[in-house]
């Protein structure tokens, strides 16, 4: 399983993911599931996977331009005219491999499915961020709907969906995107640390901060730890109900 | 879909479950999905049910005593000696219904599926919990597990990993429960109010408190709204990370 969140406020995107790739739980490793590519004043981008994690891998290598007679990496990704194009090519791409395996005489095709977060910014157009399907369709994000999530989702959604704020600066966002990993981490073992973020600032078009924060992190342990206390003193201040007996 | 918990404190046994039930998003009705039979100083039961309605009802008129040419409600189901013992008769019943409709010719015999928390106590056994799955068999709240959940389980666990506490009071516990419904409900439009309760005091061998909240009860709104404060006010009181750029 796989945990990916990816918002835009008015200051720009947010992208975070999980690295745990697990084949059964006696199967477990690291895999990076989010990258991104950019050419400095002209286009910035990044994806998210959750999904199998072949089809994962052959999309970002055909995106990168092997098996395509290509040599620059990444060229046809970073030279689309509008975000919009980028999600229709990246679509194609994706539900080309996907078909690829399922014709091979293999029946379930649902099991070579990866979803996708894709967002960035490319001049001349706005920064937007998008989910893309197995099938090649995808949605984008709006002012109802500032964010989404792949994988697994609705442990952390709660606090997503009560303390999102378009107005957030980055590093308030980065510590929601935070604590909606820390809900899920704590109820699924097939989510787990060391967690990746990406962050890019509205029309920068350059990668802003990144990093990767590990399970004994200081502030990640802080925000663990502190969430729970801080949860427990707002259960606490709650009113009670006076219960009549029967 | 449906959501309901069942939890054990050190004062007794605490269940909570909503009341929708949906063919589609365009067929959607209020039924019970809790049960109770009791003996004043003897036993005392509670059961929930999520699922397959169809199933559900059969299975309550059958503990009910119907189609058995029983003329007492639930003297089978009240005059168990140990609660494990209750288990295995309901477990067993609830597998007959699911394999009586499945052997009619039909196929896709996951449909007919209901999963019960069943919880209680006998007089001579400790107040248990149990949850029981389709297939008959069932398992116990332990110190590690003190609470069972069905249905749309996943956007109300972190509050009650959270915040549960064998210690709590009755008035606490309805609280976190109240809480955990209301995330989930804010998340899911399957699991809607009235929620019905039901409070069993250990060794009380009587019913405890119980009723109905409704979508509009004075306590339900406030601790709802009071809860999204709670929250955001929790969340800003977390430290932020300093982004260093790049």
Do not use: C
């Amino acid at each position: 399983m796989t945990y990916g969140i990816g918002m835009k406020t008015d200051s720009g995107l947010l992208f975070m993911s999980d690295t745990r790739t697990n084949a059964g739980v006696d199967n477990i490793s690291t895999f990076k599931k989010m990258f991104t590519w950019a050419i400095d004043g002209q286009s910035v981008i990044t994806i998210l996977a959750a999904g199998n994690l072949a089809t994962t891998q052959s999309l970002i290598s055909i995106l990168n331009g092997f098996g395509d007679n290509q040599v620059a990496p990444g060229v046809d990704l970073l030279n689309q005219p509008s975000m919009f194009e980028l999600a229709q090519l990246i679509g194609k791409k994706l539900r080309g491999i996907i078909q690829s395996n399922s014709d091979n005489g293999q029946t379930a095709n649902s099991s070579f499915h990866t979803t996708l977060i894709m967002g960035g910014q490319i001049k001349g157009d706005e920064p937007r961020v998008f989910m893309i399907y197995p099938e090649g369709n995808f949605i984008e994000v709006s002012i109802d709907n500032p964010f989404f999530q792949i994988g697994e989702t609705k442990y952390g959604k709660p606090i997503l969906i009560r303390a999102f704020d378009p107005k957030m600066s980055f590093s308030d966002g980065l510590k929601l995107m935070l604590l909606s990993f820390d809900s899920t981490i704590e109820a699924n073992l097939s989510v787990a640390p060391p967690l990746d973020f990406q962050i890019y600032e509205k029309d920068s078009f350059t990668l802003g901060a990144n990093g990767r924060i590990e399970a004994d992190d200081p502030y990640y342990r802080k925000i663990s730890k502190g969430w729970s206390l801080a949860l427990k003193s707002a259960f606490q201040s709650m009113p009670n109900l006076i219960i009549k007996n029967k």
